[in-house]
């Protein structure tokens, strides 16, 4: 049987609901475990060979400590316990930051727009592995012994450029802007898949594509994966959750991950 680990900050709660889905049909093939922190504190969890989380003295608070435990039942974890990792909606670059070419440039060979500026593809390029190595993956991440390391970016939810007024969302992202050409969005997300695989290939860890069928035409994740739903925005005392995704996304994203690391083997929801 193969252990998996699944770590990460709030966007691991769509894929525990999703494998309360899947695990009926899964659970004598891959034993899955989780390990995640909420955002104010999710960037303090640390290393030290080979065990993760709350490792280093007196970086997280008393309340912080509890929270962890309460919601794995443990405040540290050891990786290379584990045949395979999947890392979810981390902070890692690559993705939300690519709508500021969108807002600012146009790029040659991939889209024309009505925009002055213009950058070369091969500026493009430059410019997004920048990005990458801003805040490139910690090292421990590929250099564990044993288990393969997968990471799955957060998704960017198209419920977050409707029409919708910004005081009732809980996050109102970056390619929000009326300033951002949406119809020139797909073929610069496309293309920055291509640059991102080859950048965490480099580094010994696998990008898992978000599967094609939670999105839309223009590459963002449909409204229906949403967590909340999209009638309720706006609505009196509600804030509306257009970026955590639902139980039908994670169940969705864990077949796609399962199908990679279990290949004839995880089965079809």
Same mark, same amino acid.
């Given at each position: 049987?193969?252990?998996?680990?699944?770590?990460?900050?709030?966007?691991?709660?769509?894929?525990?609901?999703?494998?309360? &889905?899947?695990?009926?049909?899964?659970?004598?093939?891959?034993?899955?475990?989780?390990?995640?922190?909420?955002?104010?504190?999710?960037?303090?969890?640390?290393? =030290?060979?080979?065990?993760?989380?709350? +490792?280093?003295?007196?970086?997280?608070?008393?309340?912080?400590?509890?929270?962890?435990?309460?919601?794995?039942?443990?405040?540290?974890?050891?990786?290379?316990?584990?045949?395979?990792?999947?890392?979810?909606?981390?902070?890692?670059?690559?993705?939300?930051?690519? &709508?500021?070419?969108?807002?600012?440039?146009?790029?040659?060979?991939?889209?024309?727009?009505?925009?002055?500026?213009?950058?070369?593809?091969?500026?493009?390029?430059?410019?997004?592995?920048?990005?990458?190595?801003?805040?490139?993956?910690?090292?421990?991440?590929?250099?564990?012994?044993?288990?393969? +390391?997968?990471?799955?970016?957060?998704?960017?939810?198209?419920?977050?450029?409707?029409?919708?007024?910004?005081?009732?969302?809980?996050?109102?992202?970056?390619?929000?802007?009326?300033?951002?050409?949406?119809?020139?969005?797909?073929?610069?997300?496309?293309?920055?898949?291509?640059?991102?695989?080859?950048?965490?290939?480099?580094? *010994?860890?696998?990008?898992?594509?978000?599967?094609?069928?939670?999105?839309?035409?223009?590459?963002?994740?449909?409204?229906?994966?949403?967590?909340?739903?999209? =009638?309720?925005? *706006?609505?009196?005392?509600?804030?509306?959750?257009?970026?955590?995704?639902?139980?039908?996304?994670?169940?969705?994203?864990?077949?796609?991950?399962?199908?990679?690391?279990?290949?004839?083997?995880?089965?079809? +929801?």
């Amino acid at each position: 049987m193969k252990r998996v680990l699944i770590v990460g900050n709030s966007h691991v709660a769509a894929l525990r609901s999703g494998w309360e &889905t899947l695990s009926a049909s899964l659970q004598d093939r891959v034993d899955v475990a989780f390990f995640s922190a909420p955002v104010p504190f999710f960037d303090k969890l640390g290393f =030290d060979a080979p065990l993760y989380g709350d +490792v280093t003295p007196n970086t997280m608070t008393h309340e912080h400590i509890e929270t962890l435990a309460k919601i794995n039942g443990h405040t540290r974890v050891d990786l290379e316990s584990f045949d395979e990792i999947l890392l979810a909606g981390m902070y890692w670059p690559g993705r939300h930051e690519i &709508t500021h070419f969108l807002k600012a440039f146009a790029v040659d060979g991939l889209y024309d727009a009505e925009i002055k500026q213009r950058l070369t593809l091969t500026a493009f390029i430059e410019f997004y592995q920048a990005i990458l190595e801003h805040r490139a993956a910690g090292g421990f991440w590929s250099t564990l012994r044993r288990p393969n +390391v997968t990471l799955m970016l957060s998704p960017m939810p198209v419920a977050i450029i409707r029409q919708l007024d910004a005081g009732a969302l809980l996050w109102h992202e970056a390619w929000a802007s009326p300033e951002i050409d949406m119809d020139k969005m797909r073929p610069i997300l496309d293309y920055k898949s291509t640059l991102a695989q080859t950048y965490y290939a480099s580094r *010994g860890i696998d990008l898992l594509p978000q599967p094609a069928t939670t999105l839309t035409e223009i590459g963002l994740t449909k409204d229906i994966y949403c967590r909340d739903r999209l =009638d309720l925005a *706006g609505s009196p005392d509600h804030k509306f959750d257009a970026y955590h995704m639902n139980g039908a996304f994670g169940a969705i994203c864990l077949q796609a991950y399962f199908d990679r690391i279990m290949p004839g083997q995880a089965g079809v +929801v």
